[in-house]
């Protein structure tokens, strides 16, 4: 982890709360921290705690990961990474199962180019490999697999997926 660069996140800070167009008590206010608090962030006097920065974040309708960047809690490389996570595990449009597949592919894609994955670092969600082995597999040995076509793929309402048929000729 980097070390904290609470000036430059200070700074930060206060450009985005110029932007939202909030003064420094509302944004306070939304963030449930004090007005003084805030404000020695801001000027770079004070180290927010990760907890605090995902309230200001949230007030600001911001990434949190963005400001635990700019405080040196997080690399820009880990940050890309969960919020790629963050966004598979948040599709409404695919089930649970769907998820998991989808993530352990992005996993071993990342791995396979040289990369550190949340998974190898976090373990927040398990996976399960066994179930989904076959769909993992054929999906991971060929990036232009149609996935539809995968063995065990589910619609949208958990129903089993037919094969898309190909046109012959």
Request: charged share 30%.
């Amino acid at each position: 982890m980097a070390s904290l660069n609470v000036g430059n996140l200070g700074e930060y800070l206060r450009e985005q709360r110029r932007t939202a167009q909030l003064s420094l008590r509302q944004l306070a206010d939304a963030a449930g921290v004090s007005n003084p608090y805030l404000s020695q962030i801001e000027r770079g006097l004070r180290k927010p705690s990760a907890e605090v920065l995902q309230q200001v974040a949230k007030a600001l309708r911001i990434s949190a990961e963005t400001l635990y960047v700019r405080a040196g809690i997080l690399d820009e490389k880990e940050r890309d990474e969960l919020e790629t996570r963050a966004v598979i595990l948040a599709d409404p449009s695919i089930n649970e199962r769907q998820k998991q597949v989808l993530l352990q592919i992005y996993e071993s894609f990342r791995k396979e180019n040289g990369f550190e994955t949340a998974a190898d670092t976090y373990t927040d969600a398990p996976v399960d490999t066994d179930a989904d082995s076959d769909a993992y597999a054929d999906a991971h040995a060929d990036t232009d697999v149609d996935t539809e076509t995968v063995e065990g793929a589910r619609t949208a309402d958990g129903s089993a997926a037919r094969p898309k048929q190909k046109p012959t000729g």
